[in-house]
Protein backbone atom coordinates (compact mmCIF):
# COMPACT_ATOMS: atom_id res chain seq x y z
CA UNK A 1 0.00 0.00 0.00
CA UNK A 2 1.01 3.48 -0.90
CA UNK A 3 0.94 6.28 1.57
CA UNK A 4 1.05 9.67 1.89
CA UNK A 5 2.06 12.37 3.98
CA UNK A 6 0.00 15.54 5.26
CA UNK A 7 1.77 18.69 6.81
CA UNK A 8 0.95 21.59 8.14
CA UNK A 9 3.60 24.47 10.20
CA UNK A 10 3.91 26.27 12.69
CA UNK A 11 5.77 29.48 12.34
CA UNK A 12 6.56 32.19 14.82
CA UNK A 13 8.02 34.90 13.21
CA UNK A 14 9.08 38.25 15.65
CA UNK A 15 8.42 41.29 14.18
CA UNK A 16 10.92 44.18 13.65
CA UNK A 17 9.78 46.74 16.19
CA UNK A 18 12.20 48.69 18.80
CA UNK A 19 10.12 47.72 21.66
CA UNK A 20 8.08 44.86 22.94
CA UNK A 21 4.48 43.96 22.99
CA UNK A 22 3.22 45.22 25.83
CA UNK A 23 5.93 47.63 27.31
CA UNK A 24 8.21 49.93 26.51
CA UNK A 25 11.26 48.05 27.19
CA UNK A 26 13.48 47.51 24.20
CA UNK A 27 15.16 44.42 22.96
CA UNK A 28 18.40 43.81 20.89
CA UNK A 29 19.46 40.47 19.99
CA UNK A 30 22.92 39.30 21.77
CA UNK A 31 22.61 42.02 24.45
CA UNK A 32 24.29 40.54 28.21
CA UNK A 33 21.11 38.34 29.86
CA UNK A 34 18.22 39.98 31.51
CA UNK A 35 19.27 43.41 30.48
CA UNK A 36 16.61 44.32 28.44
CA UNK A 37 13.80 43.72 30.82
CA UNK A 38 11.93 45.97 33.19
CA UNK A 39 8.74 45.61 35.58
CA UNK A 40 6.15 44.41 32.99
CA UNK A 41 8.89 41.76 31.78
CA UNK A 42 9.74 40.81 35.43
CA UNK A 43 5.76 40.49 36.35
CA UNK A 44 5.99 42.47 39.56
CA UNK A 45 2.91 43.25 41.03
CA UNK A 46 0.81 46.28 40.20
CA UNK A 47 1.87 46.41 36.45
CA UNK A 48 -0.38 46.77 33.15
CA UNK A 49 -0.04 46.23 29.63
CA UNK A 50 0.23 48.31 27.32
CA UNK A 51 -0.30 47.60 23.55
CA UNK A 52 2.29 48.24 20.94
CA UNK A 53 1.18 49.97 18.13
CA UNK A 54 3.71 49.63 15.75
CA UNK A 55 3.51 45.70 16.35
CA UNK A 56 -0.37 45.88 15.41
CA UNK A 57 0.24 47.83 12.69
CA UNK A 58 2.79 45.10 11.18
CA UNK A 59 0.33 42.69 12.46
CA UNK A 60 -1.88 43.72 9.65
CA UNK A 61 0.28 44.49 6.91
CA UNK A 62 1.48 40.93 7.27
CA UNK A 63 -2.40 39.50 6.85
CA UNK A 64 -2.79 42.14 3.98
CA UNK A 65 0.05 40.75 2.20
CA UNK A 66 -0.92 37.07 2.80
CA UNK A 67 -4.37 37.67 1.89
CA UNK A 68 -6.12 37.19 4.86
CA UNK A 69 -9.15 38.40 6.34
CA UNK A 70 -8.51 41.15 9.25
CA UNK A 71 -11.78 41.16 11.46
CA UNK A 72 -13.15 43.68 12.53
CA UNK A 73 -12.40 42.86 16.19
CA UNK A 74 -9.81 40.59 18.12
CA UNK A 75 -9.24 40.19 21.89
CA UNK A 76 -6.43 38.81 24.24
CA UNK A 77 -6.74 35.91 26.27
CA UNK A 78 -4.32 34.40 28.40
CA UNK A 79 -2.50 31.36 27.68
CA UNK A 80 -1.81 29.77 31.53
CA UNK A 81 1.15 27.45 32.15
CA UNK A 82 3.82 27.59 34.56
CA UNK A 83 7.75 27.22 33.22
CA UNK A 84 10.24 29.53 34.11
CA UNK A 85 10.66 31.50 30.68
CA UNK A 86 7.14 33.27 31.75
CA UNK A 87 7.58 35.29 34.98
CA UNK A 88 4.03 36.02 35.16
CA UNK A 89 3.01 31.96 34.62
CA UNK A 90 0.89 33.41 31.51
CA UNK A 91 1.33 33.94 27.73
CA UNK A 92 -0.90 37.23 26.35
CA UNK A 93 -2.59 35.78 23.09
CA UNK A 94 -5.18 35.69 20.83
CA UNK A 95 -6.83 32.50 21.43
CA UNK A 96 -10.22 32.69 19.44
CA UNK A 97 -10.44 35.94 17.94
CA UNK A 98 -7.15 36.51 16.38
CA UNK A 99 -5.76 39.27 14.23
CA UNK A 100 -6.28 37.47 10.72
CA UNK A 101 -7.95 34.83 9.35
CA UNK A 102 -7.64 32.71 6.18
CA UNK A 103 -4.68 33.48 3.59
CA UNK A 104 -2.44 32.24 1.65
CA UNK A 105 1.29 31.79 0.56
CA UNK A 106 2.61 31.15 -2.90
CA UNK A 107 5.62 29.01 -3.23
CA UNK A 108 7.66 27.76 -5.91
CA UNK A 109 8.38 23.85 -6.05
CA UNK A 110 12.03 22.67 -7.65
CA UNK A 111 12.17 23.05 -11.61
CA UNK A 112 13.79 20.18 -13.26
CA UNK A 113 17.12 22.26 -13.42
CA UNK A 114 18.47 25.39 -11.66
CA UNK A 115 17.38 27.37 -15.00
CA UNK A 116 14.08 25.99 -15.30
CA UNK A 117 11.16 27.84 -12.69
CA UNK A 118 9.35 25.37 -11.11
CA UNK A 119 5.99 24.85 -10.65
CA UNK A 120 3.27 27.37 -8.65
CA UNK A 121 0.96 26.67 -6.11
CA UNK A 122 -0.37 28.32 -2.78
CA UNK A 123 -0.32 27.01 0.44
CA UNK A 124 -3.77 27.83 2.11
CA UNK A 125 -2.99 29.39 6.37
CA UNK A 126 -5.84 28.46 8.99
CA UNK A 127 -5.10 31.69 10.91
CA UNK A 128 -2.22 34.49 12.24
CA UNK A 129 -2.28 35.38 15.88
CA UNK A 130 -0.07 37.97 17.47
CA UNK A 131 1.34 37.33 21.05
CA UNK A 132 4.46 37.94 23.25
CA UNK A 133 7.39 35.59 22.75
CA UNK A 134 9.00 33.91 26.13
CA UNK A 135 12.52 33.90 27.61
CA UNK A 136 15.31 31.56 26.54
CA UNK A 137 16.27 28.96 28.96
CA UNK A 138 19.98 27.58 28.54
CA UNK A 139 20.14 24.27 29.79
CA UNK A 140 23.38 22.36 31.76
CA UNK A 141 23.99 19.03 32.82
CA UNK A 142 22.59 20.42 37.00
CA UNK A 143 20.70 23.56 35.99
CA UNK A 144 19.45 25.75 33.63
CA UNK A 145 19.80 29.66 32.97
CA UNK A 146 17.36 31.95 32.26
CA UNK A 147 17.24 35.08 29.85
CA UNK A 148 14.56 36.72 29.68
CA UNK A 149 15.90 39.52 26.90
CA UNK A 150 13.31 38.00 24.37
CA UNK A 151 10.59 37.79 27.16
CA UNK A 152 7.83 40.21 25.37
CA UNK A 153 9.28 40.35 21.93
CA UNK A 154 6.24 40.71 19.42
CA UNK A 155 5.93 37.79 17.68
CA UNK A 156 3.34 36.41 14.97
CA UNK A 157 1.91 32.86 15.45
CA UNK A 158 1.47 31.58 11.22
CA UNK A 159 -0.80 28.69 11.01
CA UNK A 160 -1.31 26.54 8.37
CA UNK A 161 -3.42 24.21 7.15
CA UNK A 162 -2.60 20.61 6.69
CA UNK A 163 -1.68 21.67 3.01
CA UNK A 164 1.77 19.90 2.28
CA UNK A 165 3.13 16.63 1.37
CA UNK A 166 6.58 17.05 1.33
CA UNK A 167 9.74 18.36 2.45
CA UNK A 168 10.18 20.52 -0.30
CA UNK A 169 7.07 22.11 -0.05
CA UNK A 170 8.09 22.72 3.39
CA UNK A 171 11.11 24.43 2.43
CA UNK A 172 9.45 26.38 -0.85
CA UNK A 173 6.73 27.18 2.16
CA UNK A 174 8.91 29.18 4.32
CA UNK A 175 11.58 30.50 1.59
CA UNK A 176 8.44 32.07 0.33
CA UNK A 177 7.18 33.62 3.53
CA UNK A 178 10.30 34.32 4.36
CA UNK A 179 10.85 36.26 1.64
CA UNK A 180 7.31 38.31 1.78
CA UNK A 181 8.31 39.15 4.99
CA UNK A 182 11.75 40.18 4.57
CA UNK A 183 11.33 42.58 1.77
CA UNK A 184 8.01 44.11 3.17
CA UNK A 185 10.66 45.26 6.03
CA UNK A 186 8.42 43.54 9.02
CA UNK A 187 10.94 41.08 9.85
CA UNK A 188 14.00 39.86 9.60
CA UNK A 189 13.49 36.24 9.71
CA UNK A 190 16.75 35.24 10.85
CA UNK A 191 16.89 31.60 12.21
CA UNK A 192 19.78 31.49 13.33
CA UNK A 193 19.01 34.94 16.13
CA UNK A 194 15.54 33.32 17.03
CA UNK A 195 13.49 35.61 14.90
CA UNK A 196 12.01 32.66 12.79
CA UNK A 197 11.19 29.44 13.84
CA UNK A 198 9.13 26.61 12.95
CA UNK A 199 7.18 23.29 13.80
CA UNK A 200 5.70 20.84 11.84
CA UNK A 201 3.16 18.65 12.61
CA UNK A 202 3.26 15.30 10.32
CA UNK A 203 1.14 12.43 9.97
CA UNK A 204 0.71 10.01 7.10
CA UNK A 205 -2.50 7.97 5.38
CA UNK A 206 -2.91 5.52 2.76
CA UNK A 207 -3.12 6.99 -0.65
CA UNK A 208 -6.97 8.19 -1.19
CA UNK A 209 -8.00 7.98 2.45
CA UNK A 210 -9.49 11.38 3.14
CA UNK A 211 -8.80 11.02 7.01
CA UNK A 212 -5.32 11.91 8.51
CA UNK A 213 -3.42 9.98 10.54
CA UNK A 214 -2.03 9.99 13.84
CA UNK A 215 0.10 13.79 14.09
CA UNK A 216 3.81 13.66 15.35
CA UNK A 217 4.98 17.28 16.27
CA UNK A 218 8.47 17.64 15.01
CA UNK A 219 10.24 20.22 17.30
CA UNK A 220 14.43 22.06 17.40
CA UNK A 221 14.44 22.73 13.32
CA UNK A 222 16.60 25.38 13.45
CA UNK A 223 17.14 26.54 9.55
CA UNK A 224 14.61 26.20 6.64
CA UNK A 225 16.64 22.89 5.23
CA UNK A 226 16.48 21.57 8.48
CA UNK A 227 12.97 21.67 8.33
CA UNK A 228 12.83 19.79 4.97
CA UNK A 229 15.48 17.69 6.28
CA UNK A 230 13.37 16.31 9.21
CA UNK A 231 10.01 16.40 7.56
CA UNK A 232 11.42 13.80 4.98
CA UNK A 233 13.00 11.63 7.61
CA UNK A 234 9.82 12.08 9.77
CA UNK A 235 7.92 10.38 6.30
CA UNK A 236 10.04 7.81 5.81
CA UNK A 237 10.02 6.54 9.74
CA UNK A 238 6.30 6.58 9.76
CA UNK A 239 5.76 5.08 6.13
CA UNK A 240 8.10 2.17 7.28
CA UNK A 241 6.18 2.11 10.16
CA UNK A 242 2.61 1.55 7.97
CA UNK A 243 4.18 -1.01 5.84
CA UNK A 244 5.86 -3.03 8.63
CA UNK A 245 1.69 -3.13 9.53
CA UNK A 246 3.22 -1.65 12.64
CA UNK A 247 1.18 1.51 12.49
CA UNK A 248 -0.48 1.89 15.71
CA UNK A 249 2.95 2.31 17.38
CA UNK A 250 2.72 6.07 15.76
CA UNK A 251 1.29 7.99 18.03
CA UNK A 252 0.31 11.22 18.70
CA UNK A 253 3.71 12.87 20.64
CA UNK A 254 6.51 15.87 20.02
CA UNK A 255 9.61 14.34 18.78
CA UNK A 256 13.15 16.48 18.39
CA UNK A 257 14.93 16.79 15.42
CA UNK A 258 18.70 15.64 15.65
CA UNK A 259 20.02 17.91 12.69
CA UNK A 260 23.84 15.99 13.38
CA UNK A 261 22.73 12.71 13.13
CA UNK A 262 20.16 13.09 10.70
CA UNK A 263 17.15 11.52 12.90
CA UNK A 264 14.50 12.33 15.08
CA UNK A 265 13.92 10.95 18.91
CA UNK A 266 10.76 11.30 21.43
CA UNK A 267 10.63 14.75 23.10
CA UNK A 268 7.39 13.77 25.49
CA UNK A 269 4.35 11.85 24.97
CA UNK A 270 1.52 14.27 23.88
CA UNK A 271 -1.84 11.66 23.76
CA UNK A 272 -4.40 14.88 24.93
CA UNK A 273 -3.91 18.62 23.93
CA UNK A 274 -2.67 20.71 27.08
CA UNK A 275 -5.29 22.28 28.91
CA UNK A 276 -4.10 25.45 29.27
CA UNK A 277 -6.90 27.10 30.33
CA UNK A 278 -7.78 30.30 28.37
CA UNK A 279 -9.64 33.05 29.33
CA UNK A 280 -10.06 36.74 28.29
CA UNK A 281 -7.37 39.41 29.27
CA UNK A 282 -8.81 41.48 31.81
CA UNK A 283 -6.63 44.15 31.24
CA UNK A 284 -6.60 44.62 27.78
CA UNK A 285 -9.52 45.95 25.76
CA UNK A 286 -10.36 43.82 22.92
CA UNK A 287 -8.86 45.66 19.99
CA UNK A 288 -11.22 47.53 17.06
CA UNK A 289 -9.60 47.60 13.50
CA UNK A 290 -11.79 49.57 11.22
CA UNK A 291 -12.13 49.87 7.59
CA UNK A 292 -10.27 53.27 7.83
CA UNK A 293 -7.36 51.33 9.50
CA UNK A 294 -6.91 48.96 6.91
CA UNK A 295 -7.14 51.25 4.21
CA UNK A 296 -3.82 52.84 5.97
CA UNK A 297 -2.16 49.78 6.01
CA UNK A 298 -2.67 48.61 2.56
CA UNK A 299 -1.34 51.78 1.70
CA UNK A 300 2.67 51.33 0.66
CA UNK A 301 2.83 48.06 0.68
CA UNK A 302 5.54 46.31 -1.59
CA UNK A 303 4.94 44.24 -4.59
CA UNK A 304 4.68 40.41 -3.94
CA UNK A 305 7.74 38.73 -4.75
CA UNK A 306 6.29 36.48 -7.21
CA UNK A 307 4.32 39.11 -8.78
CA UNK A 308 7.60 40.87 -9.44
CA UNK A 309 8.84 38.36 -10.89
CA UNK A 310 5.78 37.77 -13.88
CA UNK A 311 6.07 41.75 -14.47
CA UNK A 312 9.77 41.14 -15.13
CA UNK A 313 9.13 38.54 -17.13
CA UNK A 314 6.15 39.96 -19.51
CA UNK A 315 7.05 43.41 -19.23
CA UNK A 316 10.97 43.28 -19.98
CA UNK A 317 10.81 39.77 -21.42
CA UNK A 318 13.73 38.52 -19.12
CA UNK A 319 14.16 34.80 -19.15
CA UNK A 320 13.81 32.81 -15.45
CA UNK A 321 17.36 32.63 -15.13
CA UNK A 322 17.81 36.45 -14.45
CA UNK A 323 14.57 36.90 -12.62
CA UNK A 324 14.94 34.05 -9.98
CA UNK A 325 18.39 35.93 -9.61
CA UNK A 326 16.28 39.78 -9.23
CA UNK A 327 13.41 39.25 -7.44
CA UNK A 328 14.72 37.51 -4.00
CA UNK A 329 16.32 40.45 -2.98
CA UNK A 330 14.15 43.62 -3.42
CA UNK A 331 16.84 46.33 -2.65
CA UNK A 332 18.93 44.11 -6.01
CA UNK A 333 15.28 44.53 -7.93
CA UNK A 334 15.39 48.30 -7.12
CA UNK A 335 18.73 48.56 -8.58
CA UNK A 336 17.83 47.16 -11.61
CA UNK A 337 14.36 49.17 -12.57
CA UNK A 338 16.40 52.27 -11.52
CA UNK A 339 19.21 51.19 -14.22
CA UNK A 340 16.27 50.58 -16.83
CA UNK A 341 14.43 53.73 -16.12
CA UNK A 342 17.60 55.92 -17.25
CA UNK A 343 18.35 53.22 -20.24
CA UNK A 344 15.45 51.42 -21.27
CA UNK A 345 17.49 48.12 -21.74
CA UNK A 346 16.40 45.56 -19.39
CA UNK A 347 17.87 42.32 -20.95
CA UNK A 348 21.48 44.20 -21.30
CA UNK A 349 21.08 45.48 -17.19
CA UNK A 350 20.13 42.35 -15.88
CA UNK A 351 22.98 41.16 -17.21
CA UNK A 352 25.08 42.69 -15.83
CA UNK A 353 23.67 42.59 -12.06
CA UNK A 354 23.34 39.04 -12.42
CA UNK A 355 26.99 38.15 -13.65
CA UNK A 356 29.34 40.92 -12.95
CA UNK A 357 27.47 43.29 -9.80
CA UNK A 358 26.96 39.99 -8.01
CA UNK A 359 30.90 38.54 -8.61
CA UNK A 360 32.58 41.60 -7.67
CA UNK A 361 30.20 42.03 -4.42
CA UNK A 362 31.01 38.52 -3.12
CA UNK A 363 34.66 39.19 -4.20
CA UNK A 364 34.29 42.17 -1.84
CA UNK A 365 32.89 40.20 0.49
CA UNK A 366 35.21 37.83 1.00
CA UNK A 367 38.32 40.38 1.16
CA UNK A 368 36.69 42.46 4.04
CA UNK A 369 36.19 38.82 5.83
CA UNK A 370 39.83 38.17 5.05
CA UNK A 371 41.06 41.73 6.29
CA UNK A 372 39.17 41.49 9.27
CA UNK A 373 39.99 37.83 10.28
CA UNK A 374 44.17 38.66 10.07
CA UNK A 375 43.56 42.33 12.22
CA UNK A 376 41.64 40.13 14.49
CA UNK A 377 44.67 37.59 14.51
CA UNK A 378 47.08 40.46 14.63
CA UNK A 379 44.99 41.84 17.81
CA UNK A 380 45.26 38.54 19.26
CA UNK A 381 48.85 37.77 19.04
CA UNK A 382 49.60 41.17 20.61
CA UNK A 383 48.18 40.62 23.23
CA UNK A 384 49.51 37.26 23.19
CA UNK A 385 46.58 35.00 23.89
CA UNK A 386 47.52 32.25 21.84
CA UNK A 387 44.13 32.17 20.45
CA UNK A 388 43.13 31.87 16.74
CA UNK A 389 40.47 34.43 15.74
CA UNK A 390 38.07 33.60 12.91
CA UNK A 391 36.52 36.75 11.50
CA UNK A 392 32.34 35.27 11.11
CA UNK A 393 32.01 35.48 7.61
CA UNK A 394 29.49 38.49 6.60
CA UNK A 395 28.72 37.43 2.69
CA UNK A 396 28.83 39.63 -0.28
CA UNK A 397 29.31 43.36 -0.01
CA UNK A 398 26.16 45.00 0.88
CA UNK A 399 24.59 47.16 -2.34
CA UNK A 400 24.34 50.13 0.02
CA UNK A 401 27.96 50.05 0.25
CA UNK A 402 28.68 49.46 -3.09
CA UNK A 403 30.58 52.55 -4.95
CA UNK A 404 28.94 51.39 -8.54
CA UNK A 405 25.29 53.20 -8.89
CA UNK A 406 22.21 52.60 -11.22
CA UNK A 407 23.69 55.30 -13.24
CA UNK A 408 27.07 53.55 -13.82
CA UNK A 409 24.93 50.39 -14.98
CA UNK A 410 22.96 52.43 -17.45
CA UNK A 411 25.69 54.44 -18.90
CA UNK A 412 28.11 51.35 -19.44
CA UNK A 413 24.57 49.87 -21.57
CA UNK A 414 24.39 53.04 -23.32
CA UNK A 415 28.36 52.75 -24.20
CA UNK A 416 28.24 49.21 -25.55
CA UNK A 417 24.70 49.55 -27.26
CA UNK A 418 26.04 52.73 -29.19
CA UNK A 419 29.28 50.89 -30.12
CA UNK A 420 31.28 53.29 -28.40
CA UNK A 421 33.11 50.18 -26.44
CA UNK A 422 32.63 46.41 -27.03
CA UNK A 423 31.39 43.82 -24.61
CA UNK A 424 34.81 42.99 -23.76
CA UNK A 425 36.11 45.81 -22.87
CA UNK A 426 32.61 46.52 -21.05
CA UNK A 427 33.98 44.06 -18.61
CA UNK A 428 37.07 45.74 -17.93
CA UNK A 429 35.31 49.11 -17.53
CA UNK A 430 32.98 47.53 -14.98
CA UNK A 431 35.16 45.72 -12.92
CA UNK A 432 36.90 49.64 -12.03
CA UNK A 433 34.58 51.22 -11.96
CA UNK A 434 33.50 49.18 -9.25
CA UNK A 435 36.74 49.95 -7.21
CA UNK A 436 37.12 53.37 -7.74
CA UNK A 437 33.32 54.80 -8.11
CA UNK A 438 34.13 56.52 -11.60
CA UNK A 439 31.80 57.34 -14.05
CA UNK A 440 32.50 55.03 -17.47
CA UNK A 441 32.26 57.53 -20.31
CA UNK A 442 34.77 59.41 -18.05
CA UNK A 443 36.99 56.46 -17.59
CA UNK A 444 36.63 55.27 -21.34
CA UNK A 445 37.71 58.80 -22.17
CA UNK A 446 40.64 58.77 -19.77
CA UNK A 447 41.74 55.99 -20.73
CA UNK A 448 41.26 55.94 -24.49
CA UNK A 449 39.21 52.38 -24.98
CA UNK A 450 36.57 53.52 -27.82
CA UNK A 451 36.15 50.79 -30.07
CA UNK A 452 38.40 51.02 -33.06
CA UNK A 453 36.16 51.19 -36.18
CA UNK A 454 38.93 51.86 -38.68
CA UNK A 455 37.80 49.27 -41.48
CA UNK A 456 41.21 49.79 -43.41
CA UNK A 457 43.15 48.80 -40.24
CA UNK A 458 40.25 45.97 -39.11
CA UNK A 459 41.24 44.61 -42.73
CA UNK A 460 44.83 44.36 -42.60
CA UNK A 461 44.59 42.32 -39.02
CA UNK A 462 42.08 40.25 -40.21
CA UNK A 463 43.93 39.03 -43.54
CA UNK A 464 47.31 38.63 -41.19
CA UNK A 465 44.53 36.10 -39.17
CA UNK A 466 43.28 34.27 -42.26
CA UNK A 467 46.69 33.96 -42.98
CA UNK A 468 48.11 32.68 -39.67
CA UNK A 469 45.50 30.04 -39.37
CA UNK A 470 45.19 27.66 -42.60
CA UNK A 471 43.35 25.21 -40.39
CA UNK A 472 40.51 27.55 -39.25
CA UNK A 473 40.33 28.60 -42.74
CA UNK A 474 39.57 25.54 -44.55
CA UNK A 475 36.73 24.23 -41.01
CA UNK A 476 35.13 27.42 -42.23
CA UNK A 477 35.05 26.95 -45.80
CA UNK A 478 34.13 23.45 -45.23
CA UNK A 479 30.90 24.55 -43.39
CA UNK A 480 32.08 25.02 -40.10
CA UNK A 481 30.63 28.46 -38.69
CA UNK A 482 32.12 27.87 -35.36
CA UNK A 483 36.13 28.16 -36.86
CA UNK A 484 35.63 32.10 -37.81
CA UNK A 485 35.65 32.65 -34.13
CA UNK A 486 39.64 31.30 -33.97
CA UNK A 487 40.08 34.02 -36.05
CA UNK A 488 38.12 37.06 -34.41
CA UNK A 489 40.23 36.27 -31.42
CA UNK A 490 43.92 36.91 -32.79
CA UNK A 491 42.24 40.14 -34.40
CA UNK A 492 40.35 41.72 -30.71
CA UNK A 493 43.78 40.60 -29.69
CA UNK A 494 45.77 42.54 -31.90
CA UNK A 495 43.05 45.98 -31.33
CA UNK A 496 43.84 45.41 -27.38
CA UNK A 497 40.20 44.83 -27.38
CA UNK A 498 39.20 48.07 -29.03
CA UNK A 499 38.03 46.34 -32.17
CA UNK A 500 34.48 46.47 -33.26
CA UNK A 501 33.81 42.91 -33.05
CA UNK A 502 30.49 43.09 -35.91
CA UNK A 503 32.89 45.25 -38.42
CA UNK A 504 35.72 42.41 -37.85
CA UNK A 505 33.18 39.64 -38.91
CA UNK A 506 31.83 41.25 -41.90
CA UNK A 507 35.34 42.14 -42.91
CA UNK A 508 36.20 38.51 -42.24
CA UNK A 509 33.80 37.11 -44.18
CA UNK A 510 34.20 39.41 -46.71
CA UNK A 511 37.84 38.09 -47.04
CA UNK A 512 36.96 34.75 -46.61
CA UNK A 513 34.29 34.94 -49.71
Known amino acids: MEYEAVIGLEVHVQLKTASKMFTRSPYRFAEPPNTQTDAVILALPGVLPVMNKEALNKSIKVGLLLGCTIPEVCKWDRKNYWYPDSPKNYQLTQYDQPICLGGTVEIEMPGPSRNVMGAHRRVQLTRIHLEEDVGKLTHFEKDSLVDLNRAGVPLLEIVTEPDMHNGDECFAFLTALRMILTQAGLSDCDMEKGQMRCDANISVRPVGESKLGTKVELKNLNTITGVRNGVEYEIKRQSALCREGRRHEIVQETRRWNADQGYTTTMRGKEKAHDYRYFPDPDLMPLRIDAAWRTRMQEGLPELPFDRQRRYQEAFGLPYTLTSVLVPDRELSEFFEAAVALCGKPREVANFIANDLLRELTAAGKAADADEASALAALGGAYGSGETHNAVGSGPLPLNQCKLTPNHIAELVKLVDESIISSQIAREVFNECFQTGEMPQSLVDRKGLRQSNDTGEIERLCAEA ?26 MKATKGKGNPKVIDDVLRKLLG
Not at 470 to 489: D, Q, T
Open 466 to 491: IAGNPKAVAEYKAGSEKAINALKGPV
